[in-house]
Nanobody
């Protein structure tokens, strides 16, 4: 079992930065790949970024590439550094954990078995 709790959301002006954190519990955290997804009102949940269980490989949606950075440490934390934020980045952001999934399969929400409760990010223009 893995439990995930996100933090760090808030209101920021366009061009600003936020850092989201995802704290995981569970003894086998290091075996899971981690991902960040977001969902805006009236839209489907979409992939943002993912990182392999070894932290050796990262994946990003084209819309955030070059602006967002995903990272993880051995203390069960997965962070999403978001720079140069745009109003279209406004959404609820979720972290998720996937076991035995690698590569571009990590962009699919169905690949993840555990989800956090989400944290709101609002970017004003």
């Amino acid at each position: 079992q893995v439990q995930l709790v996100e933090s760090g959301g808030g209101l920021v002006q366009a061009g600003g930065s936020l850092r989201l954190s995802c704290a995981a519990s569970g003894r086998t955290f290091s075996s899971y790949a981690m991902g960040w997804f977001r969902q805006a009102p009236g839209k489907e949940r979409e992939f943002v970024a993912a990182i392999s269980w070894s932290a050796g490989t990262t994946y990003y949606a084209d819309s955030v590439k070059g602006r967002f950075t995903i990272s993880r440490d051995n203390a069960k934390n997965t962070d999403l550094q978001m720079n140069s934020l745009k109003p279209e980045d406004t959404a609820v952001y979720y972290c998720a954990a996937a076991l035995y999934v690698s590569g571009f399969g990590l962009a699919r929400p169905e690949a993840y078995g555990y989800w956090g409760q989400g944290t709101q990010v609002t970017v004003s223009s």
